[in-house]
Nanobody, 122 residues
Framework: VQLQAFGGGLVQAGGSLRLSCATS????????MGWFRRAPGKEREFVAG????????RYWDSVKGRFTVARDNAKNTVYLQMNSLKPEDTAVYYC????????????????WGQGTQVTVSS
C-alpha cells in the first residue's frame, strides 16, 4: 500500500499550486481521502476531505473558497487545488485514506503518504 503526495513547492502569496496524491495497493474508490497539513511548531490539522461514497467534500474553515479537493477514481488519485495561497498556508501537506466515512480527525485515517512541502512567501 502506498500513498505518494507531490506537487508542493515555493510560491508567492496569491499564487496557486495543485497537489496530487497517487495511491496503489488499495481499492481507491472505496476510501475516503483526506488532506492534512502540519506547520512548524503546530499540530497536524485537517485541510480537506472527499468521501468515497458520493464525492461529498469537507473543508477547514481557513481554506474554504480557496482550496478544492477532487478525486479521479480511474487514476487512483486525489487532488488538492490551492488558490489564493497565503503565508499561513505554509506547511507539509499529507494525504491520507480511510475506509470510514468522511472525517476531519487524523485518528480516523489509517493510511498516510509521506508529505510534500508547500512554502508561501509574502
Amino acid at each position: 500500500v502506498q500513498l505518494q503526495a507531490f506537487g508542493g513547492g515555493l510560491v508567492q502569496a496569491g499564487g496557486s499550486l495543485r497537489l496530487s496524491c497517487a495511491t496503489s495497493g488499495i481499492t481507491f474508490s472505496t476510501y475516503t481521502m483526506g488532506w492534512f497539513r502540519r506547520a512548524p511548531g503546530k499540530e497536524r490539522e485537517f485541510v480537506a476531505g472527499i468521501r468515497w461514497t458520493d464525492g461529498s467534500t469537507r473543508y477547514w474553515d481557513s481554506v474554504k473558497g480557496r482550496f478544492t479537493v477532487a478525486r479521479d477514481n480511474a487514476k487512483n488519485t486525489v487532488y488538492l487545488q490551492m488558490n489564493s495561497l497565503k503565508p499561513e498556508d505554509t506547511a507539509v501537506y499529507y494525504c491520507a485514506a480511510t475506509p470510514a466515512p468522511l472525517s476531519d480527525s487524523p485518528r480516523d485515517y489509517t493510511l498516510w503518504g509521506q508529505g510534500t512541502q508547500v512554502t508561501v512567501s509574502s
